[in-house]
């Protein structure tokens, strides 16, 4: 029965150019990297190697080592300063205050210096301190006070500024006239290690601690949350208060350090000095990604922003640009990054929205016939119509079931339960275990563990006693891949080999459960099959780029796997043992529906779930990804073609892949996207997705003593 | 006085020849074409480097205007950058400079301190330093400009002559200083209070920045006539500046009253602010002369050869007073024209 399919879904026909076309999209590669975090900041890093680029091709003598250096040198102090406005601007607030600061560390500094005759390290520790009064004055103020930041620290701005005016008035002569000295004191204003400059060298330092401690720790993302929405970080348990002051006591710190080494470098105390900065650090902030309205942005975002803003400046001054129109200059700039902010935050969601489906060709041969009066195995009937009902109104989507052998019957529910019907009727429910995401495929192992694939977390497990515990959530990630794809998405079903190793199928790792269909608009090879051996809880991909796996059953003999495809209507079989081991058959292909689970029959054979059936109209969609393209991005979603999953099917199949038999529930009264089926004891059990019950039919020619824990963990024994 | 300059300038030259390796055998017959030989290819092509620290005034505006026509002359090259009163620009185009690597470099120091290492730097790399006007702690081979502390003393001795003993007037005064840690405020306040020094009878009752804007002074201005309204005198480092204290003396109807002191060298603007008598008298340099100075002192350090740092000089610019109707016509320049 089988032809030429392949797992991957790759294309029978036409020629190389139009495989490869279908088969890697720049498209897909696209919307994949747009959704990297690190690609927030793309915008402004380009922008960043172009300016260089582009001073560094008009400017003589730009490229060079001896101007690198200096450039950094005087690149460092305003670094320092970007980075304290960014702080703040994350938590959610703003400090318009950095400049006062920076001049306010820069007289301390000197004051100390060369008034106070004090050695190098106090003056450091003295210009720190007084950066972080600053910062606490506004810490306290924002954080405990809830005062605006905006006015808070435009307030701490002139006041700061007026000090520093009327200290200048007193002692700016006597400083511009100092003559103390210190060979440490001159290493901060021009000394250099290794080639860097010592300024440069130390804001790489705080820089590199302060992105880490930012994007990679508790209080950095504590302060990242409150930027984010205050009011969720405190229902969060989050120190608000705290936090915020301490983050206005950061900003004070590191303006203050920015001013130490420019009073280290150049012992000014111009009456300009950091006069203006705070919109320098908010332009290069924003520019660099780092958004207004808090909770969105890093150091390294900052100093990208910097960096655009000094070599923005710095290249017009050298070209020769009256200074007037530098500083519009700037100022349009941060009109336009401020433009961008908006428009970026709004709508990049939505470009990779737009970009993400990428759908490829789905080739299928007509379907074979299921009219009644067909003959085939496939003809339609009504044997599922009379089906018993368990659990009515009770459950909610129980995609798989399963019955253990004290005859109860578990299945998963939407909300995230596991639950458990026992009686002689089933009549009894109870909550056997609460996972939380969403229950799909389960399976017994020996120890009479319930393990389960639980969409959006990955593979559990449930002792008999109810405890839940994680078996794995994580599987190796594939190189050269951008989605990390090593974090479990859509576990879908599993089955357990004679071995104890657990094999499971994930449907996509490109959509989540609650946009499983969109997988199907694709039609793309997003799934794999994964095996976890509890053994050396170690997680591994077996087979890669699978169109859409489904359902895992572990063949009678245990030495191959059967799995299916549910976009390519078709089950394929991996050898785990013998010598075929490692080999991928296609056992059956195009069936007149889509695949879904798997599971044992008493006779040997194998049941099958079609959770829908296929249409022509749907087939010849699926061979045109144009037209495909177009219907989701022109028309809303309950008007597009979708496979028809409003009937009930479920199969038998031998091990050679012959059909044996279909049982139906035409248009889906009572089994409508029909998912799984278990056969115990002489009935079959009936599960589906969206269904608000479970089924059951007698089988009246199964071996009424068969039941799946014995056929698996007990075969031969007694 | 323009040939005051020029004899100043042409002695400076004498004492460079002496200093540096003069060309072999500039005597005889051929010794003329030599040493336009040696002049000339000692000049052509050389750039020269200007960082005002600001342009849009007629100060700078007129020495770029003159330099530029100067060097050009000479068959040499100005670039200017204008940081535009920005301390950052100013040391990000000093720097930018020195990497350029012109033949010679003319600053306008902001104050004493901001550009002092960056100037060591250029001398260490090679390029002879002229300062004007507003000179560093770092000193280079030339400083162009007034002596400040003259300037001071002069207005000094103007003051104590209108409001000092026996002028009958209160004695008190108000200082309106530029930048507080530029050269021209400092060298300024050091004459101005060695001069009152010798009259006990001026009391300076207020001395604050107005760093080089007419809208503080103005401001300071206007609030030292509500504590002192029998103030005498008001001083400013800078016409420009000086404007604004003159406009809040004549807000309060005081013009005349109080007298209006101030050192600049804006030509035309300063030659109207005196006849209107909104300035009582400006203590006056001369600006396109200072210009050819800068070009003359930078001509004969290029074609001495001599090391940047080998020498330390100052062509002090000559200083006129102008008042109503009383001063020399050519003072008043338009660089516009």
Partial sequence: MSSGVRYNGALMSGGIARRLYHRWSLRLFLSELLAKRWMEPAIPFVLMLALIAYFGAVTPNYATWGNARQLGREFA???????????????????????????????????????????????????????????????????????????TTLVTLIILRAVVDLLSQH?????????????????????????????????????????????????????????????????????????LCLTYVASGMLAAAGGLFYAARLSSTGSDTGVGWEVNALTAAVLGGVSLSGGRGTVARAVIGAVIVFVLVNGLVRMGFPGALTSTALGAVLLFAVGVDVKWAKNRVKAIQKIYLNPTVVELPPAPSTARDSGTPFAENDRLRDSEEIGLDQVEGPEDVILDRQDRLYCGTRDGLILRFSGPRFEQREVFARIGGRPLGMAFDRDENLLVCVGGMGLYGVTPQGKVYKATDETNRSWFKLNDDSRLR????????????????????????????????????????????????????????????????????????????????????????????????????????????????????????????????????????????????????????????????????????????????????????????????????????????????????????????????????? | ??????????????????????????????????????????????????????????????????????????????????????????????????????????????????????????????????????????????????????????????????????????????VIQGELTSGVSIGQMEGLNAAFAKDPSIRVVSSQAGNWDANKAHDITATVLQQHPDLCASVGFWSTMEIGAAQAIKSAGKLGQVKVYASGGEGKVDCENVDSGLITKVLSYDAPDQAKAIIQVGSFIL???????????????????????????????????
Avoid at chain 1, 194 to 218: A, E, K
Avoid at chain 2, 47 to 72: D, Y
Avoid at chain 2, 311 to 334: I, Q
């Fill in chain 1, 490 to 718: 859509l576990a879908d079903d599993l089955d357990i080999a004679p071995d104890g190793k657990i094999y499971f199928s994930e449907a996509t790792i490109r959509y989540e459960m609650h946009s499983w269909h969109l997988d199907g608009m694709e039609g793309r090879a997003n799934g794999r099959l994964i095996c976890y051996d509890p053994a050396t809880r170690r997680t591994r991909t077996v087979i890669k780029d699978i169109v859409f796996p489904n359902g895992v059953c572990v063949a009678h003999d245990g030495q191959s796997l059967l799995f299916a495809s549910t976009w390519l209507c078709s089950i394929f079989r991996y050898w785990i043992d013998g010598p075929k081991k490692g080999k991928i058959e296609t056992l059956i292909d195009n069936l007149p529906g889509y695949t879904d689970n798997i599971n044992r029959a008493s006779d040997g054979c194998y049941w099958l779930a079609l959770v829908g059936i296929r249409s022509p109209a749907f087939d010849l969609a699926m061979r045109n990804p144009g037209f495909r393209l177009r219907m989701v991005k022109q028309i809303p979603p309950d008007e597009w073609i979708l496979p028809g999953i409003n009937n009930g099917c479920v199969l038998k199949f031998n091990e050679k892949g012959e059909v044996l038999e279909s049982l139906w529930d035409p248009g889906g009264r009572k089994h409508a996207t029909l998912t799984s089926m278990r056969e115990h004891k002489g009935w079959l059990y009936l599960g589906g997705l969206e269904n608000n019950r479970i089924g059951r039919i007698r089988l009246p020619d199964a071996d009424p003593d068969w039941n799946g824990f014995d056929d698996y963990w007990r075969k031969g024994k007694a």
């Fill in chain 2, 1 to 174: 006085m323009l040939k005051t300059t020029r004899c100043a300038a042409a002695a400076l030259a004498l004492a460079f020849a002496a200093a540096a390796d003069p060309p072999a055998g500039l005597s005889g017959a051929n010794s003329s074409a030599e040493l336009n030989a040696h002049a000339l290819a000692s000049l052509k092509g050389k750039t020269v480097a200007w960082l005002p620290v600001n342009m849009g005034v007629p100060l700078t505006e007129i020495w770029t205007k003159v330099m530029r026509e100067e060097a050009q002359a000479r068959g040499m090259k100005l670039v200017m950058r204008d940081p535009n009163f920005s301390t950052t620009a100013g040391l990000q185009a000093l720097s930018s400079l020195i990497g350029d690597k012109p033949d010679l470099l003319v600053v306008h120091n902001p104050n004493v301190q901001l550009y002092a290492k960056e100037l060591k730097r250029a001398e260490e790399a090679g390029i002879p330093v002229i300062q004007v006007n507003m000179v560093s702690n770092y000193k280079t081979a030339a400083y162009i400009g007034p002596d400040w502390n003259a300037v001071g003393r002069l207005l000094g001795q103007e003051v104590i002559r209108q409001c000092g003993s026996g002028s009958g007037k209160s004695g008190k005064v108000s």
């Fill in chain 1, 77 to 151: 102090e305003m670094g320092f300063v970007v980075i304290a406005m960014a702080l703040v601007v994350i938590s959610g607030g703003i400090d318009l205050s950095v400049g006062s600061v920076f001049a306010f560390a820069n007289l301390t500094a000197l004051g100390l210096f060369q008034i106070g005759q004090l050695p190098v390290l106090p003056v450091i520790a003295g210009t720190l301190a007084a950066g972080a009064a600053v910062g606490a004055v506004n810490g306290v103020l924002v954080g405990y006070f809830k005062t605006r930041p905006f006015l």
């Fill in chain 1, 171 to 243: 002692y700016s002569v006597q400083l511009a006239m100092g003559s103390n000295t210190s060979a440490l004191w001159d290493f901060l204003g021009g000394g250099a290690l290794l080639g860097i400059p010592s300024n440069l060298l130390v804001l790489g330092i705080v820089g590199g601690v302060g992105h880490v401690l930012l994007s990679r720790s508790r209080p950095g993302w504590h302060l990242t949350a409150i930027g984010s929405s205050r009011k969720a970080a405190r229902h969060a348990g989050i120190a608000v208060e705290s936090t």
């Fill in chain 2, 303 to 337: 074609q001495s050869g001599a090391r940047p740092d080998a020498f330390r000089v100052a062509n002090f610019s000559t200083l006129h007073w102008m008042e109503k109707g009383k001063y020399d016509p050519a003072l008043c320049y338009d660089w516009t024209l």
